[in-house]
């Protein structure tokens, strides 16, 4: 069973990257087609540049060079800027995060995310640790770009390959697993339907779409998610395609007749560009290299895994 956590403490230290090996991919859309052919989620990639912060293991100019070599002229990456001294890379791309670390770590160096934002200025940054029972686990991250878009970027592995819903949902309770996350976000007390329609909970984001290895990698922006309004709730993917509202289902005008939750996580304020200082955890000795492969806390997290003194 996951525990609930308080949102507000989340530790800027933890890398958020999924745990798992990189698999490079080209993006996935998020257009779903049913039976009929019918094209039932308009929703597209976004243009719209962010900026990226990733820590990179790089020791000498030679690593700085790789870097820059594998991310240059990459289309889809507009600007790159390394500080060799605070092992340092900034991203300026329209390309997904995870797409941008799989570029980097193909160096053969590790990369850790440590912050997001926008080209602007930023308007707030939050990010969900998905998990559940089964083999599913990602990471998506919220970027608010203006009053009125949201940036949502992610990657959820473990997922049968096709169509499934994802959803904000209105509680950030995972005491009974993702079955305690409550409802869709719907402040407002519509009807369930798409993320462009007028008519639409707030926490309708549609489909995502799972390639044959069980991965979606997504990159998409929402005109009614606002960052300030889901901290604290919860992000939900589901084990089927979501309807959109348009099905004959009863749950259709519900919450799409998207099946079981298969994964959650609770949305947490992260840290934009260069709030994230940390290399390493004053509390267990980890570095921010190491932190990947450790768990969040527990067994096997310290350096050492000294038993505790008895009290």
Do not use: Y
Request: proline residues 3%; negative net charge.
């Amino acid at each position: 069973m996951l525990q609930q956590v308080a949102v507000t403490n989340l530790n800027p230290f933890i890398d958020l990257t999924i745990m798992t090996p990189i698999k490079t991919h080209s993006k996935t859309g998020s257009v779903s087609i049913n039976a009929t052919g019918q094209t039932r989620n308009a929703k597209m990639d976004t243009d719209r540049t962010a900026k990226l912060e990733f820590g990179v293991q790089m020791t000498c100019d030679s690593c700085v060079n790789a870097v820059r070599t594998a991310l240059e002229g990459v289309q889809g990456v507009k600007s790159v800027k390394i500080d060799l001294v605070k092992e340092e890379v900034l991203v300026e791309s329209v390309l997904t995060s995870q797409e941008v670390q799989a570029l980097i770590e193909g160096t053969g160096r590790r990369a850790v995310l440590k912050g997001m934002g926008g080209v602007e200025k930023d308007l707030g940054v939050a990010v969900a640790m998905m998990s559940g029972a089964g083999p599913v686990q990602g990471v998506v991250r919220f970027l608010q770009v203006t009053e009125n878009r949201c940036l949502i970027d992610g990657t959820i592995d473990g997922l049968e390959p096709g169509a499934h819903g994802l959803h904000v949902h209105e509680l950030g309770d995972l005491t009974k697993d993702c079955l305690s996350c409550g409802e869709h976000f719907n402040p407002f007390g519509k009807h369930h339907g798409a993320p462009e329609d007028l008519e639409r909970h707030v926490g309708d984001l549609g489909n995502i779409m799972a390639d044959s290895d069980g991965r979606s990698s997504f990159r998409f922006e929402d005109p009614q998610l606002k960052v300030w309004d889901i901290i604290g709730r919860s992000l939900v993917v589901d084990a089927g395609e979501d309807d959109l509202g348009r099905g004959s289902h009863p749950l259709s005008k519900q919450n799409g007749n998207s099946g079981e939750r298969l994964a959650c996580g609770i949305i947490a304020r992260s840290a934009s560009l260069f709030q994230n200082t940390k290399q390493i955890c004053a509390c267990d000795g980890v570095t921010i290299w190491e932190e990947r492969d450790r768990p969040l806390a527990g067994m096997g997290r310290s350096k050492t895994d000294t038993p505790a003194a008895n009290l």
